[in-house]
């Protein structure tokens, strides 16, 4: 037997018996897909950012509308340490996502709106997230370390940006003419992203407009322009902090915005009457009426995205409910019971909490023998109402919801679900109101529709990608929403299944709003992921129903129907520390730390490096090289580079992870991973760095075509009586600058380097680095400092480096 074929057997032997059941690996996340969004009928590069995705992860994204490639290539991450994090803020956890790039060309006629992409590895799948499809022309923000350097823009245009590192600025130049009115909306909680924005607009220095939305929204600002020239976007994190996975799309185009429209919606084939209302910035808040023709072949999915046309000017496509029953318009006021004539369902009851406290009572009919549904739908439409449904007697007593009627929030339907069967005929009324007495106003419609439909139902699912280890169970909750009075219960199938993999629990009994589907895949079942369908299907007398499981809410455009299933491989070898609980280590230098490698029965090479994942903040920690254990061996040392400007006395608890690649029966190469919490750690306590470098003058004045001399003076410690490589480092985003290292002997203190100018240097937007290294049994000794540039601008103005509202990525 060859020794390949022995170490998968060995290693496949360990899965079936057990044997590595408890060592720990880390489940493939995603963070970000960065630009979040393209333009119909183009070709777009981006990149994919997650934790333990390790190398060419597979990837998808939904529909047919957007080719992409069926693995990403693993590439280089685009990283800025940015500024320092001290203190408490450098205690918490913090994430280290890799980047993995691919190209994406979508048809020209792509629908508008929100794909959905994932992505996976041998070991896991992560959920899905959002791809936004539009139609204006878009740009893509070149991120640079340093001060914001601002770039200009034409409109209309989605620019696509980041907010990475902490406290980044970004800023969009466009030109503006007097008397337009424009509108800038971004995008980034939409997005998944975890940035908290903050949009700003100046003209000539002058804050003109601003916003931060809200815990749920984003910012969106419309202003009308006072004079001609340019206008400036600022985008930044309102608590000015910034990561990797702080993606935004930023939409800035002349046009106006809604800020609400009612009715939320209308019947097909009829003309409507819709009142609109415009952010501030526009005219004040006038409200415009504007009827539109609903064709009767319109939104055969149920809703349609209507733009509207005031005064010359088009607003955004606004998302509006459509269907084929009756409507009603509330008339105010009609917050008391009263004689009014009760309606029948079906019919869609359109209505608004007009100002805070208010109350809308709608009278209807029904029978005993039958069902009242009420669906009510706000949020899904842009409405700021948190609504509150209840069904009221004559008397005012308060029928539904009780312990035995609950309302249903966020269905697949709609934002509120509520079932009440009356116990005799009669007429009942229901109440609608914010939660909130102090809220109400112009944007807090809703439509409330009431009817007794034919039984049925739909089922739904919380998360779109589940992994289970061969061999092993997982569950996929489904949920049902029952209408109509269907109360039996509905067989479950599930299609895509691979090969080898049990499901079981496929009955929803009668009565039960959800169930558990238990799937297990077989030792032999392949590997990777496959796209699973849930279907449900109940029958009654001769009468079917079938209905194929969403992901709910289903809020976007474009639903998820299918369930990633990963069947994943476990990983055979684990970590374990056998190093000091603390080890001292000083700033500048190397720390070596021993590990222990378990293979259990796996006999390949292990690449280690840092973990994706940390316990704690790094502080521009690093992996001092790339670092593989070889086949066989167990012990090993890892080498941690510590840089200079750490915080001193602190201990940093630094992960690593292993990665290898194990060989399934058919010959298929998978990698593994494996890192925790403990075992995987190197507790480092940091000391003062042992070589220094200061420069002589902490910053210097710079004309084009210029040589200058930058003189410093070297601070060896103790036992570091060697010679020094001083380079001052120019980052690769500053063009015009070169400089020669400098070797100082071991027996000189001082000396000078040269740094030539040339004639578009440029931007220097941050201060360069005066680097010293010493290299002592091979590793690294390394002092730092910082050297500021100051420039004159075409005007005469001096510009410097050093002084920056913020240490920025910026844009160029």
């Known amino acids: 037997m060859s020794d390949r074929l022995n170490n998968f057997f060995v290693v496949a032997l360990l899965l079936t018996c057990g044997g590595i059941a408890h060592a720990q690996t880390s489940n493939p996340a995603a963070s970000y897909i960065f630009p979040a969004g393209a333009q119909r009928g183009q070709t777009v590069e981006f990149m994919v950012g997650g934790l333990f995705l390790l190398n060419d992860p597979w990837f998808e994204i939904s529909g047919t509308s957007v080719q992409v490639p069926e693995r990403l290539r693993t590439g280089q991450t685009v990283w800025f340490d940015g500024q320092l994090l001290t203190g408490q803020r450098a205690l918490g956890p913090d994430e280290y996502p890799k980047d993995h790039q691919g190209v994406a060309t979508i048809a020209g006629d792509a629908p508008i709106g929100a794909q959905h992409w994932r992505v996976w590895t041998s070991q896991g799948a992560s959920a899905s997230r959002v791809f936004i499809i539009g139609d204006l022309p878009e740009v893509v923000e070149r991120e640079i370390d340093g001060d914001p350097v601002s770039v200009s823009i034409d409109v ?388 079917t129903i079938t209905r194929l499981a969403i992901r709910a809410p289903s809020n976007t455009d474009t639903p998820v129907d299918s369930v990633l299933f990963s069947v994943a491989v476990a990983t055979p070898f684990k970590f374990k520390n056998r190093g000091p609980y603390f080890a001292f280590a000083n700033a500048g230098t190397v720390y070596w730390h021993p590990f222990t490698v378990e293979r259990n029965g796996y006999d390949g090479p292990v690449t280690v490096r840092l973990a994706d994942r940390q316990r704690r903040h790094l502080q521009g920690i690093r992996n001092a090289r790339e670092f593989v254990v070889a086949a066989g061996i167990s012990e090993f040392e890892f080498p941690f580079f510590l840089p200079p400007n750490m915080s001193r006395d602190s201990l940093r608890r630094c992960l690593v992870m292993g990665i290898g690649q194990i060989e399934d029966e058919k010959g298929n190469r998978h990698q593994v991973v494996f890192t925790d919490g403990e075992e995987s750690q190197a507790p480092i306590h940091v000391q003062a760095p042992r070589l220094n470098i200061v420069s002589k003058l902490t910053s210097v004045y710079v004309q084009p075509d210029s040589t200058n001399e930058i003189e410093f003076e070297i601070q060896r410690g103790a036992n570091l009586d060697l010679p020094v490589t001083v380079e001052l480092i120019v980052p690769t985003h500053i063009d015009g600058l070169h400089v020669n290292p400098v070797i100082v002997p071991r027996d000189q203190h001082t000396g000078w380097i040269l740094l030539e100018v040339g004639q578009d240097a440029g931007p220097v937007n941050m201060p360069l680095t005066l680097r010293a290294t010493i290299l002592e049994n091979g590793d690294p000794v390394i002092g730092e400092s910082t050297v500021t540039i100051v420039t004159a601008s075409p005007n005469g103005e001096l510009l410097t480096s050093q002084l920056r509202a913020s240490s920025a990525s910026g844009t160029e």
């Not at 090969?499 to 990777?528: C, F, M, N, V, Y």
């Open 156 to 543: 209309p245009v989605t620019a696509n940006g980041r907010i990475f590192p902490r406290s980044d600025l970004d800023i969009w130049t466009f030109e503006a003419r007097r008397g337009e009115i424009y509108t800038i909306e971004m995008n980034s909680k939409s997005l998944g992203s975890p940035l908290d924005g903050r949009i700003a607009v100046y003209a000539a220095g002058k804050l003109i407009a601003d916003d931060i939305g809200s815990q749920s929204t984003d910012p969106v600002i419309q202003f009308q322009a006072e004079s001609d020239g340019p206008h400036e976007i600022h985008v930044h994190d309102v608590g000015y902090a910034g990561t990797q996975a702080c993606v935004y799309r930023l939409t800035v185009r002349p046009g106006l915005r809604t800020s609400w429209v009612y009715p939320l919606g209308g019947r097909r084939g009829t003309s409507t009457e819709f009142e609109v209302g415009l952010l501030p910035g526009a005219d004040g808040s006038e409200v415009h009426r504007i009827s539109v023709a609903l064709e009767p072949g319109a939104a055969q999915d149920g809703y349609l995205r209507q733009p509207f046309t005031i005064d010359g000017r088009s607003t955004e496509p606004v998302r509006l409910e459509i269907n084929d029953v009756p409507e009603r318009l509330e008339e105010e006021p009609n917050n008391t019971v009263s004689e009014t004539a009760p309606m029948v369902g079906p019919v869609v009851l359109n209505g608004r909490v007009d100002h805070p406290g208010d109350v809308d009572l709608w009278p209807v009919a029904a029978m005993a023998d039958g069902y009242l549904e009420l669906r009510l739908s706000a949020g899904r439409y842009g409405s700021h109402l948190q609504p509150d449904l209840e069904v009221l007697d004559r008397d005012g007593n308060v029928l539904a919801p009780n312990d035995t009627q609950p309302v249903k929030e966020d269905t697949v339907s709609s934002d509120r679900l509520l079932v009440f069967k009356p116990e005799q005929d009669g007429v009942f009324w229901l109440r609608v109101r914010d939660r909130f007495s102090t809220r109400g106003g112009p944007a807090f419609g809703y439509r409330l529709q009431v009817g007794s439909p034919t039984p049925g139902f739909h089922l739904s699912f919380d998360k779109d990608a589940v992994t289970a280890v061969r061999g092993n169970e997982v569950s996929l909750p489904v949920h049902i929403e029952r209408y109509g009075g269907l109360t039996g219960p509905v067989a479950i199938e599930v299609s895509g299944l691979p090969q080898d993999t049990e499901a079981g629990d496929l009955l929803i009994p009668a009565g039960k709003d959800e169930i558990a589907i238990r799937l297990k895949p077989s030792e032999t079942a392949p590997i990777g992921g496959h796209r699973l369908q849930v279907r449900g299907t109940h029958t009654s007398g001769d009468r």
